[in-house]
Every structure is written in C-alpha cells, then in structure tokens.
C-alpha cells in the first residue's frame, strides 16, 4: 500500500485538524443531540453549569472529560443520552466583572443605576459569555448545544419566581432580623457555606473589665480573652460558666465597660468553654453568632458598631469611621496605655473570609430573607437512607449527610443588583409584604397602587438548585420532564456538596417528589505537582488550552513552552489520574505518558491498515477455535478486558477503566500479538487472512473502548479502517454508520474466552521478561541468541507440554537458540539464573560474553556497595546523630541504607551466577 493512498494514516497525527474536522462533522450531523423517544432508555447528566464569566481551568476540563466519557459511553450502550449543558449568571462575579469596566471608564454602577447596569451586564453576557462554551467544545464535549440554558433566561427566571412563592406559602421562606455573614467589599449577604475558613495567625488579648462594687478585694476586675477587641464597643455582657467555681459569686453582678463607661452584667452561661483564656468571655449580640444566640437565651441588647461598609457607626462613640482593624489598633493602643490590657498572646486561628473576594467577613445583624432548611433537610435524609442517592466515593454520603444534620436556615437575599430579584413588593401606604410570580397592581390589603419591589437579587445558588428540573421545562409538565427526570448521575467536585448537591436533593424533593439525580460521582481537586492548590495567585496552574494547542504560559515565574499535546492526551491524563475522588497531583510531564500512548494506538492502526493490503476479507464468520493460538489468544484477552473495562465503568472507577485498556493494547496487542503475527504477513501465510481480519477487529473494538475517553484519534482512525475495509472482523459486515461515536458499545462474546491458553501465553510473556532481565543484569548483546533451559518443578510437568507449543514464539521474542525443557533439570556451569511460578531458566553465560572479566567487574562493585553500606550503618547506630538530625534526615538515611542493602543482594546474585 502506498503512501498516497487516501485510506493510509499519515505518519503522525495531527490533533488540531482531527479535532476540528470532527467536532465540527459530530455537531452538523446532529450526533450530540437528544430527544424524548419512549423506545429508549433515557441516560441524563446535567452540567454543572459553569460561570457566565469563567475561562476553561484543569478543574473544569476534569469535571467535564468525567461527565463525557459517560455520555459517550451510555450513547454507545444505546441508550437515549442527554447532556444538558448551560451556563450560570453568577451574581456577585458577574457583578464584579462588569463594575470593574465600569470604573476604567471612570464611573460607578451608582452613577448609571440599577437599570442601565443591568442593560450593562447583559450586553457583556451577550459579548462574553459564550466564551466558556466555545472551550468547553475544544474539550470534546458532546452536549446537546441545541439546549443550552442560562440561569437568567426567561424559562429559568420563571421557574425561580415560581419555586419562591411555593416556598413562601408553604412557609419554609420567611423574612427576619438575624445576624448573618457580610461582606463589607461586595456589600451583602453570604450563606454559611459561601465563607471560606481561613488559618491566620491573629492575636488573644486579654482584656480587664472593672467590677462595679467589687465584694472581694482582690477581685477589682474581670479579665476576658478576645480575637476582636474592636467588637467591645458593643458587649451587652460578659459571661462565665456557672460550674466556673472561680466566678459563681460574681453572676448577677456588674461590671464597666472599659472606654465607655457603660455598665453592663455578668451571666452564666454553659456556652462559655472554662479552659479558653480566662474562663471569661464578652459578649456582643450583634457581631458573633455564638454571643448573638446567648443574647437571645438573655435577651441582652444587640448593639451595631460596625456598619455594612466595614467601618464603625456612630454607636462606636469617638472610634466612630475608623476602618475595622484601624480601630482595633487604637482600642488596643488605648487599652494598654490606661493599663486594662492585661496581657497578648499571639495565636493561629480560623478566619471566614468571602468565597468571591477574599474579603474577611463580617457577622452583621441584618433584615434577610431565608429558606427554613430543616423541613427541606428532613425528606433529603430519609432519601439518602432509603438508597435513592449513591454517591461514589461512599465515604462523601457520610459528610453530605452530617451537612443536613447540621443545617443552619439558608440566607437567600444578596445585596447586589444582577441576578434573581426577588419577587415580593410592599405597600408603600400600609407597609403589607406581597409574595407574586407577577407584579401585583395593587395591595391586597389597602387596595393602594403604590407598591416597591424588592430590590435584593437571590443567591445564585438558588436558581442553580433547580437546574436539573428547570432546564427541562418545569414548573410546566413537560414531555421533556416526564421523559428525562430524574437525571442518573451528577458529577461535581467536593468543593460544592453543600453549594449546590444537598440543594438540588432538597429542592428536587420539595418540587418533584423524587431526587433529581441517581449517584453522584465526586471527584477530587487538581493540584500542582507540590500537592499546593492551583491558582492564578500562586502561578502554578496548568492552562488546558494551552496543552490543547500549544504555546507559552508563565508557571512559578518562568516563561515555559508546551506541545501541542491535543484534546485527547488531556482528557486521557485526566481520566488515568482520577482515583477514588483523590486529589490530583498534575505536573506537565504527566501529559507525555499519554501522548506516547495515543502516538502507539496510531502506529499500530498504521500497521493494520498496510497488513490489510491486497487481502480480500469475506463477511463469513470465522470459526475462532480454527484459528491460530495468537489469534485465539488476543481474542480471548479481548473479552477478559471488556468485562474488566465494562465492570470498572459502572463502579465509576475511571482510573481502572482506561489502565485496563492501556495494558491490554499497550501490553497485549501492540507488543505480543502484533509482534506474533507480523511473520506471517510478511510471508503472506494462509493464517495471515485469518489473523488480518482478527487484527482488524480487535483494532475495532480497541477504538470503540477507547473513543469516550480520546474521542478525536479514535474517530479519525475508525473512519479510515472503514474506508479500507469491506469487513468489520470475524461475525459483523461493515456498518452502515457515519461516525464511530454512534456504533455500538463492545461487550464480551463469553465462548471466546479460552483461560488455559491465557495462562500459557503469560507463562511465556514472564519466561520472555526473565531472559531479557537476564541479558540486561550481565550487558549480554540483544543481538546475540542465547541458549535457554526450562526447567519445570516437580510436579509441574504440564508445563513441559505446554511449553511445547509456544517455542517458536519464545525464540523469535528472545533472541534464543537452542532450548531445552524438562522437569528438574541440571543448572549448566557459569550460568544466570531466574525464578518463575513453577520452574526456573537458565542461560549458560559462557560464549555470552567475557566471564572473567565479568566476575572481576561484580567483586569490585560488590566490594565498593558494601563499603558504603558500612559507613552508612556506623551513621545509623550513632546515638548522637539520631538524637540530633531532623526526622526527615534521619528516614532518608535509613532509606538509602536499605536501597544500598539490595543493591548488594542484587549484586552477590550476579556474581554467584558467574561461578
């Protein structure tokens, strides 16, 4: 076959041209899309719709190979898939975005108003928003385009509008003055689950409050221990333990606030933990949440020096407009120059900080709209213990579940203009609160026209907790709802349990009576080769698109250049790493192992396509037990690794699944079959028809194993093996399809599998690795053949027999001679020697190379190791070096000892097989 053929391969594979060749032919012809069809089963992931505002990152390129290879597979299984895909208008991010361009231009959204911003924003969305989407198809990924939601658009905004009135009338949404988490830069609300808990080292200053009247001389004052000495300015108390003995006698009595001579009590409460500080705490109501629940047990007064702009109100007296921690500095200075700081002690603790913004939060007594969750909480409990939700890895239902346990009522209202506004007015006459899908044209109550909407937006987690039943039509009872819903696997990161999973679970009850997803697959976090998290911060990330294409990004502060590796090394990489929801150590060299596989897959596929030269292959079945021993061989491999592959997919073990595939074809196809029959198609053997069309199948099934996972290479080679050939293989004419992503799933043909000759051809793959260990332990030439002694184990005489068979294959994989095989045989003279499962080899070394030479060459090396090796126990049995050297030192020498031990194992057994 010529070069110039149009069914050849080229010699290397292009991946930009296959990847947008294909995608672009997948799209056109419709093969992502999927529509309601009784006579199919359906199989329906939704995305977790990614920001409006992101840019394609390893986690996102992760989560979505993950949610493809599933798609890609139940496709192929037949089943009716649908991959819901979409976008979130992330409020606060998308706010910040937008306001950002806004101040280069010299403006704030203040000065345009909440309409135009918002006019603003969606021109933006309209700009950029794609940009995301555009990546994700660069990924490979086979959504259903067609459908594509927004958490915004009209459908989506209705569906909110409508679960919150539902809500509010079956009272699980209510309004209420608690205190809540602020972020002073956003200006508003954050949940509990949107505040990341950050160790800082911080301070504990212990602070002396003046006892009124004090009845005990040496009692002049209590000291308390606080992180936040600027919050005093509003403590309505302070509090003891009443088992504190220390302090029984002082609850009930008075004592002064410091710098504003308020007056304010002592109170026993067993909140207060009497080991921490003094035993004595302060108590601010209105900035703490554990001081806030005390203040409500005794009703204390819940005073507000710290405003939502982070600086201090007019209730903070002369420190009123200073910046929080400006403040805290002058209360401290102030405090130690009147002599009531009574010591500091400097401490690591955990500070919430803004999840959007880093900005450190604030406990802030506010008006605030809620979800009761406990009621909501409940029916997802009962559903996790009743098996409707699987997660993988099980261990995540454990910390899902404590989550629901724990659940605190969900704050819903943000303060920022984008997003879901809240659809409820109030009177503007006789202050009635109205709850509508629609704007109500007059109070209910007073019959006024005056009414002002809302103007807090809800948390973007709101509308994304419906995602899996808005995107299909709900609250209308759509075909598309009854057919798709509820979902069967959701896959997320760990990260967004109780963001997003808990949510959905709760709210897919609430509304739909059933969960909205089967299993839930949690993968890990994509870390740099440090174990450190990724991040724009830190310079360590590794840009997808880069390794896709190619180019130069910055990494550690260095300029470094990538090869183009290509959609499909990076989604393989991606799947091989992903173990068990383990967090992934990813270095760039990672990628190299993949490329390398992909460039194996393709020379083989050349390999079968010349093989495939001038032979006319009939659409007969072939009856497989007459066919050769290396054809029955692979093909018996073949269905042994798709029952494997298969049972690894439905665990979800995606890191199983593509290494089964990698040693089969790496290991068994490419170098032992392949290498097995090239003889007889260059002699063009009569067996050589037989094991063309077994070379072609077994490709077949190789790329439709592999076409989830490297979707491009696998659609391009199959497209040309189906120009080639006028037979699929040994039972199946060609197929009438476009495009491999639409054929059939394999699945293993059980009386093809032949398990004696599996273990035969091992016994000779671990025979064939023993003699080339033994020619690379003694630098024996490969060019050279060895002679070669089996000996079997007594009692082992069956492999004498079976050994028989397979000699021709063992000389031409080994380079050797003669062979002799029996059962205990004689170790020649100045012989290597290697242990098997039931026998032994030896290859006489005389003739091989110089054994004189070779003998002088292990005693001088031995003798070198075994001086090293005493040095280095002498260090090891020092008392002072062990008590002195760091820990790491002291395990590292102890690990070279014992490397240093084998080495001399390793080189007593050489020279002893050259005696």
């Known amino acids: 076959m010529s070069d110039d053929q149009p069914t050849d391969l080229p010699k290397h594979y292009s991946a930009a041209d296959a990847e947008a060749k294909w995608y672009a032919r997948w ?40 949610q493809d290879i599933l798609i890609r597979v139940e496709r192929m299984r037949g089943k009716n898939a649908l991959w819901q895909p979409g976008t979130d208008h992330a409020g606060i991010a998308t706010q910040n975005v937008v306001e950002r361009q806004l101040r280069q231009d010299g403006f704030h959204r203040e000065d345009i108003g909440r309409e135009k911003f918002i006019e603003k924003v969606w021109q933006w969305k309209e700009q950029y928003g794609s940009t995301i989407i555009n990546q994700l198809k660069k990924l490979g990924s086979s959504c259903d385009w067609r459908r594509e939601r927004f958490t915004m658009d009209d459908g989506l905004a209705r569906a909110v509008r ?36 950050i160790e800082e080292a911080g301070h504990l200053w212990y602070l002396r409050y003046p006892v009124k009247n004090p009845k005990r001389a040496d009692r002049q004052y209590l000291v308390v221990a606080t992180t936040r000495p600027e919050t005093m300015l509003g403590d309505t108390a302070v509090a003891v333990n009443p088992a504190d003995e220390r302090y029984q006698d002082l609850i009930g009595q008075t004592v002064i606030l410091p710098l504003t001579g308020r007056e304010i009590p002592v109170i026993g409460d067993a909140f207060v933990e009497m080991k921490f500080g003094s035993g004595c ?112 890895p099980a261990r995540w239902e454990k910390v899902y579940l404590n989550w629901l346990t724990e659940v605190r009522d969900w704050c819903i209202s943000r303060q920022i203009w984008w997003g879901h506004r809240l659809p409820v007015w109030y009177c503007e006459k006789c202050g009635e609160t109205h709850v509508a899908e629609t704007a109500p044209a007059e109070c209910a109550k007073c019959g006024a026209a005056e009414l002002r909407q809302e103007t807090d937006v809800l948390d973007t987690w709101f509308s994304s907790a419906l995602w899996p039943f808005s995107t299909l039509g709900w609250p209308d009872d759509t075909e598309d709802l009854r057919y798709y819903y509820p979902t069967d696997t959701l896959v997320t990161d760990r990260g967004i349990i109780y963001f997003w999973v808990a949510r959905m679970v709760m709210l897919g009850l609430q509304f739909m009576k059933e969960v909205p997803f089967k299993s839930v697959y949690i993968h890990g976090s994509i870390l740099d080769e440090n174990g450190a998290k990724m991040s724009k911060s830190k310079g360590n990330g590794i840009d997808p698109l880069v390794m896709i294409d190619g180019g130069t990004q910055t990494r550690f502060g260095k300029e470094v250049t990538f090869p183009a590796y290509g959609a499909d090394v990076v989604r393989y990489t991606l799947c091989a790493l992903t173990t068990e929801g383990q967090d992934i150590k990813l270095q760039p060299t990672k990628f190299d192992h993949a490329r390398n596989f992909v460039n194996k897959v393709w020379n083989v596929s050349r390999f079968v396509m010349l093989s495939l030269s001038g032979k006319t292959l009939t659409t007969a079945p072939v009856e497989v037990r ?23 997919f439905d665990r979800l073990a995606f890191s199983e699944f593509s290494t089964v595939l990698y040693d089969f074809i790496w290991r068994d196809f490419c170098d032992w079959y392949v290498e097995m029959v090239k003889p007889a198609f260059r002699e063009a053997t009569p067996e050589s028809t037989n094991s063309a069309r077994v070379l072609l199948y077994t490709l077949d ?120 095989v029996g059962v205990d045989l004689l170790k020649p003279k100045v012989a290597a020697t290697e242990v098997l499962a039931g026998a032994q080899i030896f290859v006489p070394l005389a003739g091989l190379l110089d054994v004189e030479t070779e003998r002088q060459r292990a005693e001088k090396e031995l003798e070198k190791k075994k001086k090293a090796l005493y040095s280095l126990n002498q260090k090891l049995h020092n008392f002072e070096f062990l008590k002195n050297a760091p820990p790491a030192i002291v395990a590292n020498e102890k690990e070279r000892a014992a490397d240093l031990e084998q080495q001399v194992k390793n080189l007593q057994a050489w020279r002893d097989g050259l005696q």
């Open 162 to 197: 409508v679960a919150f009135v539902q809500l509010y009338r079956d009272g699980l949404i209510y309004r209420g003055r608690k205190l809540i988490n602020w972020c002073p830069k956003d200006r508003t609300a954050l949940a509990d689950d949107e505040v990341d808990k």
């Open 27 to 66: 799209e056109a012809a419709g093969g992502f899309n999927s529509d309601v069809d009784k006579n199919r089963l359906p199989y329906t992931v939704v995305i977790p719709p990614p920001n409006v505002t992101g840019k394609l990152h390893m986690g996102h390129a992760l989560n979505n190979t993950l």
């Open 281 to 392: 705490v302060k108590v601010t109501p209105a900035h703490d949440l554990t001081d806030y629940e005390c203040g409500l047990r005794h009703q204390l007064e819940q005073i507000v020096v710290i405003g939502e702009d982070g600086l201090m109100t007019d209730k903070a007296g002369k420190f009123r407009g200073l910046d929080r921690f400006r403040c805290r500095e002058k209360i401290v200075a102030e405090l130690d120059e009147k002599h009531l700081l009574d010591q500091t002690e400097d401490l690591t603790h955990s500070v919430g900080h803004c999840y959007r913004c880093g900005t450190a939060i604030e406990p802030y007594l506010s008006e605030q709209w809620f979800v009761s969750m406990k009621p909501l909480a409940e029916k997802a409990i009962a559903a996790s213990q009743a098996g409707e939700v699987k997660f993988y």
């Open 626 to 648: 007459q066919c050769g021993f290396a054809d029955r061989w692979i093909l018996s491999r073949l269905q042994a690794v798709v029952e494997q592959a298969n049972a690894a």
């Open 701 to 820: 099934r190789i790329l439709r194993l592999l076409h989830p996972i490297t979707p491009f290479f696998t659609e391009e080679v199959w497209s040309r093996l189906r120009e080639l050939a006028p037979s699929r293989g040994l039972t199946d004419s060609l197929p009438a399809g476009e495009f491999l992503m639409k054929e059939k799933w394999t699945q293993p043909v059980a009386e093809w599998r032949d398990e004696e000759l599996e273990i035969s051809i091992t016994e000779v793959q671990d025979l064939v690795r023993a003699v080339r260990n033994i020619r690379a332990k003694y630098r024996a030439p490969d060019d050279k053949p060895v002679e070669l002694h089996i000996s079997a184990a007594e009692g082992n005489a069956k492999l004498v027999d079976r050994m028989a068979n397979f000699l021709t294959i063992i000389q031409a994989r080994a380079n050797v001679g003669k062979i002799f």
